[in-house]
């Protein structure tokens, strides 16, 4: 079946310190990458995406990019700020015409950025 | 335009009880999703509901239950809760059409505590 997996947190970053946070899938077909946000308290918000090979997802100074033949979709930042500590999840949706879409998420990294 | 919504915000409930929970998808979204989120993990699904009919299920049993109604809201009922029933309840909603119809968007969560 479709899985994911994130490396483990928590990750603790100084400020303005480059971030990678990798993320690799096992799905078949062509399924779309995401990346998620949950900030404490809060439910998820979509941060980046990527429907197909090679398509680089960016938003907010955070990129991904769609890597089939390494199966990977690895966020990064160049520059952390203490505003971007929060838990992020990676996951794959794969969906057909009949409405049905099978998500399937990472278990999350803690990111921590210190002042 | 508002986004998903969810309610209650909090819910305490006794083992063996019943639950239900409720979600309002984006306007013009067609399509409804529930994940479970325990604490720590990564959202596990649930159901998704597409045009009021069921069109995907998880691995969760048959105590689990959900429905949706001719507005696209829809409702998430538990019944002889389980102390592991304790979790943050996600709803998301989908856009249909191109490559949208794999975006989701989440609502803030019902946190749902088992005594």
């Known amino acids: 079946g479709d899985s994911v997996t994130q490396m483990e947190g928590p990750v603790t970053l100084s400020e303005e310190a480059f971030l990678t946070i990798n993320c690799t899938y096992t799905?078949?077909?062509?399924?779309?990458l995401f990346w998620y946000v949950q900030y404490p308290g809060e439910g998820l918000q979509l941060l980046l995406k990527a429907t197909k090979a090679d398509d680089k997802g960016s938003n907010k100074g955070f990129e991904a990019t769609y890597r089939k033949e390494t199966t990977s979709f690895h966020l990064e930042k160049g520059s952390v700020q203490v505003s971007d500590s929060a838990v992020y999840f990676c996951a794959l949706i794969r969906g057909n015409s009949g409405g049905y879409q099978k998500v399937t998420f990472g278990t999350g990294t803690k990111l921590q950025v210190i002042p | 335009d508002a986004g998903v919504t969810q309610s209650p915000t909090h819910l305490i409930k006794t083992r063996g009880q019943q639950v239900t929970l409720r979600c309002s998808p984006i306007?013009?979204?067609?399509?409804v999703s529930w994940y479970q989120q325990v604490l720590g993990q990564g959202p596990q699904f649930i159901f998704q509901?597409?045009?009021?009919?069921?069109?995907g299920r998880g691995n969760f049993p048959d105590r689990f239950s959900a429905r949706q109604f001719p507005n696209y809201s829809s409702e998430l009922n538990v019944n002889a809760l389980l102390l592991g029933d304790s979790a943050l309840y996600l709803c998301?909603?989908?856009?249909?059409?191109?490559?949208?119809?794999?975006?989701?968007?989440f609502g803030p969560g019902t946190r749902l505590t088992v005594t």
């Open positions: 799905a078949t077909g062509y399924p779309s």
């Open positions: 998301a909603s989908s856009p249909t059409g191109g490559t949208l119809q794999y975006e989701q968007y």
């Open positions: 509901y597409y045009e009021k009919e069921e069109r």
């Open positions: 306007s013009g979204h067609k399509s």
